[in-house]
């Protein structure tokens, strides 16, 4: 491990809790960790002139925690079991439709803007987990890297924006918010919505993973009659 990557990975856990911190005494979507910390971080690596080619290794040494994350997951799952049982039927019937509604909906904006094809094959796969879109994107003919891309704006906008909808919508039950947040912005929703509540959290959890597996299933056979 050399200096720059060292300094990286400390560096980016720095800023993170600063603004985690920061998250805690100005509660509000605009202040999600998420948001500041990137745009502090990439604020501060163009400024010292850090390339993203030098800042991978770093950022491959902190994904290895993304498994240790995900599985902590289930501490709220396991918390909540008894609500997630009672309303199974109906979640699974809304993420199906709704993971639908997402994919569609994705390709037709992606159409009607005149995008060209990689273009609208990377928009949709943008509300799965980043592992699962790099995947799914080899086999629609998406570019891996735009794919990426395309998951980390739904990602930051529905964590930002998605409480607001969801509380304008007047969309208060805890479980449909966690639902809906988790279908369509994957981790970064779900770790935004998990700050209302466990059950938030669980349900948000839930619909991360039900969502990346419909998708992966239907996508490669519905992208080539929709595209």
Same mark, same amino acid.
């Given at each position: 491990?050399?200096?720059?990557?060292?300094?990286?990975?400390?560096?980016?856990?720095?800023?993170?809790?600063?603004?985690?911190?920061?998250?805690?005494?100005?509660?509000?979507?605009?202040?999600?960790?998420?948001?500041?910390?990137?745009?502090?971080?990439?604020?501060?690596?163009?400024?010292?002139?850090?390339?993203?080619?030098?800042?991978?290794?770093?950022?491959?040494?902190?994904?290895?925690?993304?498994?240790?994350?995900?599985?902590?997951?289930?501490?709220?799952?396991?918390?909540?079991?008894?609500?997630?049982m009672e309303r199974f039927k109906s979640a699974m019937?809304?993420?199906?439709?709704?993971?639908?509604?997402?994919?569609?909906?994705?390709?037709?904006?992606?159409?009607?803007?005149?995008?060209?094809?990689?273009?609208?094959a990377a928009a949709a796969v943008k509300a799965v987990?980043?592992?699962?879109?790099?995947?799914?994107?080899?086999?629609?003919?998406?570019?891996?890297?735009?794919?990426? @891309?395309?998951?980390? %704006? /739904?990602?930051?906008?529905? &964590?930002?924006?998605?409480?607001? +909808? $969801?509380? =304008?919508?007047?969309?208060?039950?805890?479980?449909?918010?966690?639902?809906?947040?988790?279908?369509?912005?994957?981790?970064?929703?779900?770790?935004?919505?998990?700050?209302?509540?466990?059950?938030?959290? @669980?349900?948000?959890? %839930? /619909?991360?993973?039900?969502? &990346?597996?419909?998708?992966?299933? +239907? $996508?490669? =056979?519905?992208?080539?009659?929709?595209?």
């Amino acid at each position: 491990m050399n200096g720059i990557t060292l300094f990286s990975i400390i560096f980016t856990i720095a800023v993170y809790c600063v603004a985690l911190v920061l998250s805690r005494r100005i509660p509000s979507p605009f202040t999600s960790p998420i948001i500041t910390s990137t745009a502090v971080i990439i604020l501060v690596l163009s400024f010292m002139d850090i390339d993203y080619q030098e800042y991978t290794p770093a950022k491959d040494w902190m994904t290895l925690l993304l498994g240790p994350a995900t599985v902590a997951l289930a501490l709220p799952l396991y918390q909540t079991r008894k609500v997630l049982m009672e309303r199974f039927k109906s979640a699974m019937a809304g993420l199906a439709i709704g993971t639908l509604a997402t994919i569609l909906s994705a390709v037709w904006l992606a159409k009607a803007l005149g995008l060209p094809n990689n273009l609208q094959a990377a928009a949709a796969v943008k509300a799965v987990t980043s592992p699962v879109a790099i995947d799914i994107s080899f086999l629609i003919g998406a570019n891996p890297a735009i794919a990426v @891309a395309f998951v980390m %704006i /739904a990602g930051v906008l529905g &964590a930002v924006l998605g409480p607001i +909808i $969801l509380s =304008w919508a007047k969309i208060t039950d805890p479980f449909a918010r966690g639902l809906g947040i988790g279908t369509v912005s994957h981790g970064m929703g779900t770790s935004q919505i998990m700050r209302e509540g466990y059950l938030q959290g @669980a349900a948000s959890s %839930i /619909a991360m993973g039900v969502a &990346a597996i419909i998708t992966s299933l +239907i $996508l490669p =056979w519905l992208y080539p009659l929709i595209k």
